[in-house]
């Protein structure tokens, strides 16, 4: 058999396992308002709390006087100081009771809960680690409604016992081993747990086991049984070997006095309920519990403490749509002028606030001035969007499109461009100070120029394109790919690119000497150009024209040559520049359908004509710059009479009238190589008819300028070592001549 204890007394097994399930009525529409904490809950020159705790009339503490509480023991809160927070118990210290909450609004009171346990060792009962906790509640019960019983063992009978011994309930838990128990789960296994009848004052728990948990002594050596709130416990398996709790209470119902509301009304001194408060029976008829008005908050059970809440400061709790009045006890809606409708919210007839027919009229007129305005306002934000995400696209496109052509572009041509690499944005910034003025060395059509300093102290110009201008991004992409396809001393070197801005970056190798354009048009510069470099650099430059046009894979016509596009270094080296609007030529096509682009003095007038660009504009505008080297005149001035003001018609005319030497430049006229000057502006004669066809290629061009500079350097009688391919040239010459 088992055995149980009750502090020395035995039940019987049936009255155990009877379990006295009694609901208890549902409570009454009390509102646990927030605004409880708000108003003042004690009379005034009382202590009002202890601890954490509030104390609210009809309670009191007993260090205050008498008058704080109602005249009824039962009401007392004894605060013990002596520990920090103090303690608040009920009645007093002995009691046991420890309070956690008083609410006045609910009547109720929660306080900490009293574990019983029963405990066993390897020799049987272990009386000392035992306790059954019995406690006689004076005068309110365990709230039926809100609290559980509960047993957790797995050798183990729980019950609580009716001090007049007339009934008990509880519940019983066994099982084998605790893996059968599971986590929050309180239905038999490791735990238990039954309802709380109503009017249960004596709290005597009473907790028994089978076979003294000798078959589960390793894993569950104790059984618990304890009252708490319903949510304040959960079972956790661990619970079995030693009872964890979190902050576990239970939870009692109080009411005033042994009367029902009509017989306490009927002595007015004694009546506890004041102004503005209903009266309410307690559930089992003996005493009775204040409450303020519906739409009245306070204490209740305080003169003059219900007051009227203002609804209508507070959205949530009005269901106004209308306006919302506030009045003594409530609130009314209304709906504004022109509606009608009760002014509440919901879809019923009546419902909220529908507008009157002649105020109709009004409203959709402004509805419809409001749609056009929306229009107005959409179509604003439409373009607006559009034209935002067209600069996106645009960057995007910049990216996939530009970024991979050139990274195909680069990878293809490997074998010639071993250097090409790809910029950060960073790395540029920083080579160009933050791209500042001073840094600046260039400012074109196509943007402007720095010079920049890598980290490895190689100088360089990095041209950056005018922001925004799309077209103006296709020439420098343009300009990657033209400059990838060619590897030729003569044309300045592409060192890579940056195509993380907006706007992509090239960087080139510096040529510090400036342009041929100044040294041409600057007098102190021009002096300097001997006639030898003069014709060293008009064959570079035919040389550069002449191996783009015969460029296996595609040809390219450069379309933009003129002396500002040709940098100088500082052994007069020529180098070609500025490929942006360059076209690369597929090798089934003579010419291409374009749109002109050039610079005026310098512009094919065939190709101006017929927009059929060719390889021969390439050759027209080369002759203007071999005009240029020869008279040191600009290719376009507007300082000259109107004929001469395009240098080509210029020097056309004075070379019919043999005055080539009236305006060559001086330097040429005084250095005594006439004859060279003469083949040279024949030369450029050609270069310059007007029809396309009648001029030479580039690269007869080439051979003639070359032919000149090695009977320069080689004068004919001491010619012992010409070698035959230079006779070659020599000879084409004569013939042509
Ligand atoms: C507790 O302390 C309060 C002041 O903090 C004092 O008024 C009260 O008398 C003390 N009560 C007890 C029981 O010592
Ligand atoms: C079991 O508990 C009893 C009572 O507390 C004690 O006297 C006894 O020594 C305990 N036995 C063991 C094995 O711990
Ligand atoms: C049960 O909960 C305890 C702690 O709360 C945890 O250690 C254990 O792993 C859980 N068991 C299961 C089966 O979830
Ligand atoms: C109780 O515990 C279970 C399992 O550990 C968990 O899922 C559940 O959320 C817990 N419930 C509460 C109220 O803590
Ligand atoms: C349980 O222990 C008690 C003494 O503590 C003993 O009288 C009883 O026989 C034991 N019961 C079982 C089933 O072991
Ligand atoms: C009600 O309470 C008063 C004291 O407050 C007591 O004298 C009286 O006997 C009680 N009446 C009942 C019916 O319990
Ligand atoms: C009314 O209550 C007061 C105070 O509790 C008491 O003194 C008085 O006798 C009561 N009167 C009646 C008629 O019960
Ligand atoms: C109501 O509660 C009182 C204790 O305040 C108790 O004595 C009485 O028996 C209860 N009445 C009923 C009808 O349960």
Redesign the pocket.
């Known amino acids: 058999m088992y055995t149980k204890r009750v502090e020395g007394r035995t039940m019987v097994i049936h009255e155990l396992l009877l379990k006295v399930v009694v609901l208890g009525a549902l409570l009454g529409p009390y509102r646990n308002s927030k605004a409880e904490a708000d108003d003042l809950m004690t009379k005034p020159g009382c202590r009002s709390s202890c601890g954490h705790l509030v104390i609210p009339y009809p309670f009191g503490s007993s260090d205050s006087s008498s008058n704080c509480r109602i005249d009824r023991p039962s009401f007392t809160v004894y605060c013990d100081n002596s520990t920090d927070p103090p303690i608040p118990y009920l009645h007093d210290k002995s009691s046991r009771l420890q309070i956690s909450d008083i609410f006045v609004n609910n009547h109720e009171m929660r306080l900490t809960v009293w574990t019983g346990q029963d405990c066993y060792n390897s020799s049987g009962h272990d009386g000392s680690s035992s306790n059954y906790p019995g406690i006689f509640l004076p005068e309110f019960p365990l709230s039926s409604t809100k609290n559980k019983f509960i047993g957790v063992g797995c050798d183990t009978l729980a019950a609580v016992e009716d001090r007049h011994g007339k009934y008990s309930f509880g519940c019983m838990s066994f099982c084998g081993d605790d893996s059968e128990a599971?986590?929050g789960s309180c239905t038999g296994i490791g735990c238990c747990e039954t309802s709380i009848p109503r009017n249960s004052f004596y709290y005597q728990i009473s907790i028994g086991s089978v076979s003294n948990h000798s078959n589960v002594l390793d894993f569950n050596p104790c059984s618990y049984a304890f009252v708490a709130e319903i949510g304040s416990y959960n079972f956790?398996?661990?619970d079995l070997k030693q009872l964890k709790f979190g902050d576990p209470h239970l939870v009692l119902d109080w009411a005033i006095g042994n009367q029902t509301c009509e017989e306490a009304k009927k002595n007015s001194t004694s009546y506890m309920c004041p102004k503005n408060t209903n009266c309410i029976d307690a559930e089992n008829g003996s005493g009775y519990k204040c409450t303020c008005l519906e739409g009245y908050q306070g204490n209740p059970y305080l003169e003059d403490s219900c007051h009227d809440i203002d609804e209508c400061a507070d959205p949530t709790i009005n269901p106004c749509e209308g306006k919302c009045h506030n009045i003594e006890g409530s609130y009314t809606c209304s709906c504004p002028k022109g509606y009608h409708g009760n002014g509440k919210k919901g879809g019923g007839v009546g419902q909220g606030c529908i507008v009157n027919p002649s105020q109709l009229m009004k409203i959709l007129v402004g509805i419809a001035v409001g749609i056009i305005v929306l229009l107005f306002n959409i179509g604003f934000l439409y373009f607006g969007y559009k034209k935002r995400k067209l600069i996106k696209l645009k960057e995007q496109y910049f990216k996939q499109n530009g970024g991979l052509l050139l990274q195909q572009q680069l990878q293809e041509c490997d074998r010639t461009i071993k250097t090409a690499k790809l910029f950060s944005a960073k790395e540029l910034e920083k080579a160009t100070d933050n791209y500042d003025e001073r840094r600046i060395i260039g400012r074109g059509g196509q943007g402007t120029v720095y010079k920049g300093s890598l980290p490895n102290n190689m100088v360089v110009a990095i041209k950056k394109s005018k922001l925004g201008d799309q077209s103006q991004i296709e020439q420098f992409i343009n300009e990657v790919i033209v400059l990838s396809q060619i590897n030729n001393r003569n044309v300045v070197k592409l060192l890579g690119c940056c195509l993380e801005t907006e706007v992509p970056l090239l960087v080139y190798e510096f040529i510090n000497s400036g342009t041929l354009f100044d040294h041409i048009h600057d007098p102190h510069k021009s002096s300097k150009l001997s006639w030898e470099t003069r014709l060293r650099i008009a064959s570079e430059i035919a040389g550069v024209l002449s191996y783009l046009h015969s460029m296996a894979s595609t040809p390219i016509i450069h379309r933009d040559v003129k002396s500002a596009n040709i940098l100088l270094d500082a052994n007069y080296t020529a180098k070609v520049s500025d490929f942006g609007t360059s076209r690369l030529v597929p090798l089934d096509k003579k010419q291409l359908s374009t749109m002109v682009q050039g610079t005026l003095g310098y512009l094919d007038p065939e190709y101006f004509h017929t927009s059929q660009l060719t390889e021969k504009s390439d050759v027209y505008s080369f002759g203007v710059v071999l005009v240029e080297l020869l008279t040191g005149k600009k290719a376009l001035s507007f300082d000259r009479p109107e004929e001469e003001r395009s240098l080509a018609a210029y020097f056309l005319s004075s070379l019919e009238n043999d005055k080539l030497f009236q305006i060559a430049e001086e330097v040429i006229a005084n250095e005594g190589n006439n004859e060279q000057v003469r083949e040279v502006a024949n030369l450029a004669k050609r270069c310059l008819k007007i029809k396309g066809e009648e001029r030479p290629t580039m690269r007869e061009v080439t051979m003639e300028l070359e032919g000149l500079r090695t009977m320069a350097n080689h004068p004919w009688v001491s010619g012992i070592d010409v070698n035959p391919k230079e006779t070659v040239h020599l000879l084409v010459e004569k013939t042509e001549v």
């Open positions: 599971i986590n956790s398996v661990g």
